[in-house]
């Protein structure tokens, strides 16, 4: 498919972490099947496939209100524990401890599992040899998304790191775009923000006048009647080698 050829090249780039250079949530539906499968005997009365089911419907109520969704990515342990101790008890199970357990076993899987996409590491390094001066800018508390930069060796790569746990705001809220823009000493028609929520990673920047990518995550397109249309689509970070050469 042909991609379209953009008119004039950044002077900076803003990056999103989780899902754009990190693999996350495409690990999330099995890893929570495992950690219900492993306390399984805990549940005698309920089946794997049975609390799954109900910890994906609690999940979905969980993360579909904005308020919630912020206090519960700045605690994702907590937000997980309440989402199954929910699930349990939709079923007349009260057992606040064994929801923790099984939350902490599935962030350990979460955990395990996360690794950068291929040639993500490679991208950054490609636009880093080009001078592309870059910014982080990830949702989320300051003590996970700090190690995951670490563990991956992100930092070098950017001038500027921007948590929403260590800012006070996150995305979509206009001043994180406005910080970076500051810290790396450009104006927004000179930024691209990629990423791979439509919201937060391109509909916000957009609006403040930055230039909007989309990754198209699961290949899935635009959902039907989007108000969000992005300048570049893509389907992982390596691509923007090819839009930017
Ligand atoms: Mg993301």
Not at 113 to 126: I, N, Q, R, S, V
Request: charged share 25%; net charge neutral.
């Amino acid at each position: 498919m042909g991609m379209r050829t953009p008119s004039r090249l950044p002077a900076a780039l803003f990056l999103d972490m989780d899902d754009t250079i990190l693999e996350d949530t495409l690990s999330t539906a099995a890893c929570w099947q495992t950690a219900c499968q492993r306390f399984a005997d805990d549940i005698p009365s309920l089946t794997p496939a049975t609390l799954m089911a109900e910890i994906d419907t609690v999940r979905a109520w969980y993360w579909s209100d904005r308020g919630r969704h912020r206090q519960g990515r700045l605690d994702l342990d907590r937000a997980r524990a309440e989402i199954v101790a929910t699930a349990l008890r939709r079923h007349g199970i009260v057992a606040p401890d064994l929801a923790r357990r099984i939350a902490v076993c599935h962030a350990e899987l979460r955990d395990q599992a996360m690794k950068p996409f291929p040639g993500a590491l490679e991208t950054l390094a490609w636009l880093r040899e080009r001078g592309m001066r870059m910014a982080l800018l990830t949702n989320g508390a300051s003590a996970p998304q700090r190690a995951k930069i670490e563990r991956f060796g992100l930092a070098p790569f950017f001038q500027c790191i921007v948590i929403e746990g260590e800012l006070g705001v996150g995305k979509p809220d206009e001043r994180i775009y406005r910080h970076a823009l500051n810290r790396l000493h450009v104006t927004p028609s000179q930024a691209w923000m990629v990423g791979d929520n439509l919201e937060w990673d391109v509909m916000a920047p957009q609006r403040g006048g930055m230039t909007g990518v989309w990754i198209d995550l699961t290949r899935a397109g635009l959902p039907a009647g989007s108000a969000i249309q992005p300048d570049f689509t893509i389907c992982a970070l390596h691509e923007l080698t090819t839009l930017l050469n």
